[in-house]
T-cell receptor, first 115, second 114 residues
Framework: AQTVTQSQPEMSVQEAETVTLSCTYDTSESNYYLFWYKQPPSRQMILVIRQEAYKQQNATENRFSVNFQKAAKSFSLKISDSQLGDTAMYFCAFMNTGANSKLTFGKGITLSVRP | EAQVTQNPRYLITVTGKKLTVTCSQNMNHEYMSWYRQDPGLGLRQIYYSMNVEVTDKGDVPEGYKVSRKEKRNFPLILESPSPNQTSLYFC?????????????FGNGTRLTVT
């Protein structure tokens, strides 16, 4: 079974600074998908970024980028130019490539952006 | 607007009183799923459905039932709720049920069982 570990429960960053959220996972699969989801106080689950394991190039979405290290099974999220609206809980998640798009989530990290 | 709609958003009930949380999607998605979110545990899958009349257990199915009689609807049924089912519930759907199509989440249902 796959596991996803987010070891930092909370982080804080100054507005306009850069912050990196850590995630490691364990799987015996060679191909899979990795995700970062954002959950603001509204509770909505918002997809931030998606990475396919067979793609070596790190995914980027505007101010959000990942550092995907397949051999190390590490998938960290970098948020550049942090904004107050980035304050949220962030979940790292794993999905295998078979049927049943089950997401296996980490415990989440609460990010606070300070003005 | 493409969306997954859950109702109600908030629900307070008592132990043993049957309840249903509805979920509907308007994207003609084949795959639908239910998750529960608990502090310190992230989200865990309860049940999923690959298509009409096809459902299967996720990681934490005990105490829950689902049905998929129509493609757009996937209700979550708690026949006899207990306090340990107090949680935040999410319905999600995707086009194919594989990682190629992203999961769309509903806005969540906060359930409290006293």
């Amino acid at each position: 079974a796959q596991t996803v570990t987010q070891s930092q429960p909370e982080m804080s960053v100054q507005e306009a600074e850069t912050v990196t959220l850590s995630c490691t996972y364990d799987t015996s699969e060679s191909n899979y998908y990795l995700f970062w989801y954002k959950q603001p106080p509204s509770r909505q689950m918002i997809l931030v970024i998606r990475q396919e394991a067979y793609k070596q190039q790190n995914a980027t979405e505007n101010r959000f980028s990942v550092n995907f290290q397949k051999a190390a099974k590490s998938f960290s999220l970098k948020i550049s130019d942090s904004q107050l609206g980035d304050t949220a809980m962030y979940f790292c998640a794993f999905m295998n490539t078979g049927a049943n798009s089950k997401l296996t989530f980490g415990k989440g990290i609460t990010l606070s952006v300070r003005p | 607007e493409a969306q997954v709609t859950q109702n109600p958003r908030y629900l307070i009930t008592v132990t043993g009183k049957k309840l249903t949380v509805t979920c509907s999607q308007n994207m003609n998605h084949e795959y639908m799923s239910w998750y529960r979110q608990d502090p310190g545990l992230g989200l865990r899958q309860i049940y999923y459905s690959m298509n009409v009349e096809v459902t299967d257990k996720g990681d934490v199915p005990e105490g829950y039932k689902v049905s998929r009689k129509e493609k757009r609807n996937f209700p979550l049924i708690l026949e006899s709720p207990s306090p340990n089912q107090t949680s935040l519930y999410f319905c999600a759907s995707s086009l194919t049920g594989t990682g190629h199509s992203p999961l769309h989440f509903g806005n969540g249902t906060r359930l409290t069982v006293t």
